[in-house]
């Protein structure tokens, strides 16, 4: 059992930062891969980011690429996403999640947290 629980998450102006957290219950937060989600009003969850267990390996959506930079501590059982030149369309809930492969498929996934909202004014 995986508990995950996000913060960092506010209101930032167009082209500002945030940096997300997500921190892991239990010991073995280094077995799991974790993704980034986030889903907007009125659209599909889409996939951010995803980083390997050990750190070695990471994927990004195109929309964020560039951009946002996922990183993981296994020491302090916690993963984090960097945001930098923010735009309004990357307002959203965003959500972690934990699963056994470092994918885009969010059936991958079988910890998720409750999210954090993330707000962009232009």
């Known amino acids: 059992q995986v508990l995950l629980v996000e913060s960092g998450g506010g209101l930032v102006q167009a082209g500002g930062s945030l940096r997300l957290s997500c921190a892991a219950s239990g010991r073995t937060f280094s077995s799991y891969a974790m993704g980034w989600f986030r889903q907007a009003p009125r659209k599909e969850r889409e996939f951010v980011a995803t980083?390997?267990?050990?750190?070695?390996?990471?994927l990004y959506s195109d929309s964020v690429k560039g951009r946002f930079t996922v990183s993981r501590d296994n020491a302090k059982n916690t993963v984090y996403l960097q945001m930098d030149s923010l735009k309004p369309e990357d307002t959203a809930v965003y959500t972690c999640?934990?699963?056994?492969?470092?994918?885009?498929?969010?059936?991958?996934?079988?910890?998720w947290g409750q999210g954090t909202q993330v707000t962009v004014s232009s």
């Open positions: 999640a934990a699963g056994p492969m470092s994918t885009r498929q969010a059936l991958n996934y079988g910890y």
């Open positions: 980083i390997s267990q050990s750190g070695g390996f990471t």
